[in-house]
């Protein structure tokens, strides 16, 4: 099917990890606005069924949710056929879901380095290669890593945060490079500070302790959340049909200050 221009991703079909709050949530609406219809997953399934209904009802889109902790290391290699299933085929990954836990180097814990490359790295990094291959077989599709600046420059107090998302992004480079002859587009997306509801928390009502992060990016901003799912639409529609492999930093100019 044809997509229009108002509507980019129409007859697209799209599974959106971690898409009960934050970015994952604004990618969805930004998703359903486009014509895409969705498959949402999150540890509990409730916590998406009133998203997805009003998606559906907004929009005119199918919607289904799944139930999927990432954390268990079988869910990787079950979830995109599980998703597929519910709408008879997918056509776009976005590889959203992921934790942090902020400390220090010399506050390590393993158990906390543990979670953080299961959830960040290995998980994603696992479904991409299912949803990879998945696509080439059928024609085709798209992969939408959603990374972090942090995976390009390192972040203090994100030691486990930064190995895993720049091992992810070296994974979906990897997956451009095997498939992209079969059909399948895979590019990661690197915001810094993005100012959802968390983020808002953390740092937008602590001038004090934003100031440092944004004497760094010369726009002298964070994110807002629709400006990554923007870039998230584009990055799925015929409009990057010739982007594969690429990191596309969302980020004010913090990678180049």
């Known amino acids: 099917m044809t997509a229009s221009t108002s509507r980019p991703l129409s007859g697209r079909r799209a599974l959106?990890?971690?898409a009960s709050r934050g970015i994952g949530a604004d990618i969805a609406r930004?998703?359903?606005?486009a014509g895409a219809d969705l498959v949402l997953t999150a540890r509990e399934a409730s916590s998406l069924e009133p998203t997805a209904r009003s998606l559906a009802d907004g929009h005119g889109v199918r919607t289904a949710v799944l139930a999927a902790d990432l954390a268990d290391p079988a869910v990787p290699d079950r979830l995109w056929g599980e998703a597929?299933?519910?709408?008879g085929g997918l056509d776009?990954?976005?590889n959203n879901a992921g934790l942090s836990h902020p400390e220090t180097v010399?506050?390590?814990?393993?158990?906390?380095f543990d979670e953080t490359l299961q959830v960040n790295l290995r998980a994603p990094a696992l479904l991409a290669a299912r949803a990879g291959t998945a696509m080439a077989q059928d024609g085709g599709g798209v992969i939408v890593t959603i990374a972090s600046a942090a995976a390009l420059r390192p972040l203090a107090e994100h030691y486990a945060y930064s190995v895993a998302k720049a091992g992810l992004v070296m994974a979906t480079r990897t997956l451009a490079l095997e498939l992209g002859a079969r059909?399948?587009?895979a590019n990661s997306l690197c915001p810094t500070i993005v100012l959802t509801d968390m983020g808002q928390k953390v740092w937008g009502d602590h001038p004090d302790k934003a100031a440092p992060m944004l004497a760094r990016i010369?726009?002298?901003r964070f994110a807002q959340p629709h400006e990554v799912s923007d870039v998230a639409v584009w990055l799925a529609s015929d409009a990057a049909s010739m982007v594969n492999g690429a990191e596309i930093p969302v980020d004010g100019g913090?990678?180049?200050s």
């Open 106 to 112: 010399d506050q390590l814990e393993t158990a906390h």
């Open 84 to 87: 597929s299933a519910l709408l």
């Open 183 to 185: 059909g399948v587009r």
């Open 92 to 94: 776009v990954l976005v």
């Open 218 to 220: 010369p726009s002298d």
């Open 16 to 18: 959106i990890t971690g």
């Open 254 to 256: 913090y990678l180049v």
């Open 30 to 33: 930004a998703y359903a606005a």
